[in-house]
């Protein structure tokens, strides 16, 4: 069923990000947080931005794309309603699908597409915290602690306990080895994340509370664990 908004899609608020840089999300966000009710912007990218899409529906907006025939595509948003996230937004979401569509816009589609598959896929057999966690034991077993590290925060964030990780690091050393954990493991971004999280535990500290620490700490901007350091 077409949105009777989409009439008045061309007087949407253009934002063109193909040529930004960096973390444009929150960019994007920030603006959209600025919307009234029945009211929209239009996101113009090279891909489609499939991570946007929950994003912005969690704070009231509807959605709707279009791929032109040069491919790029044109997404509208409309805001229906005001509210606030609703808990299930996860924190340090990929940023880094433009440098795809540098390369190739098609190839852009396909890892964005396949991104969405993989954790955003309806009724996964494996849950959610556990892809997390499989992905920071991948990453590790790689020599990926960026990765790892975001990985582990996305696990804290989807519900893993500190008693979690205490045993997935007990794994690490019995598969690495004690050598390995204590010259890399142990000085990396990923210890430095996990030993953060218990010692705001033991001091009391919930989880929204935080999350917020370890978005400032070890987000985009810290070069250990982001990549807007990249783009620059």
Known sequence: MEKNWLKHKENFTDIDVRSL????LLAIL??????DIGKGIKIIQNFEPIPLYSTMRNIGFEYHTECLDDG????YFYRTEIKEADGTELPLKPIVMPRYADIDKE????TVNFWDNIWNKPNPAIELKTKFLLSLSNAVGS???RQATRELIKAYYMGVTVAQFDELFSLIIWNQGIGHFSSEIAQSSLFKVYLLIKDLEKKGGNKKEIMSVLTEKFGEKNPDTGFNNQNK
Request: net charge positive; charged share 20%; hydrophobic share 35%.
């Open 21 to 24: 840089k960096g973390n444009f």
């Open 30 to 35: 920030q603006k959209a947080k600025s919307i």
């Open 72 to 75: 790029t595509y044109h997404s």
């Open 107 to 110: 190839i852009a589609n396909l």
């Open 143 to 145: 020599g990926k602690i």
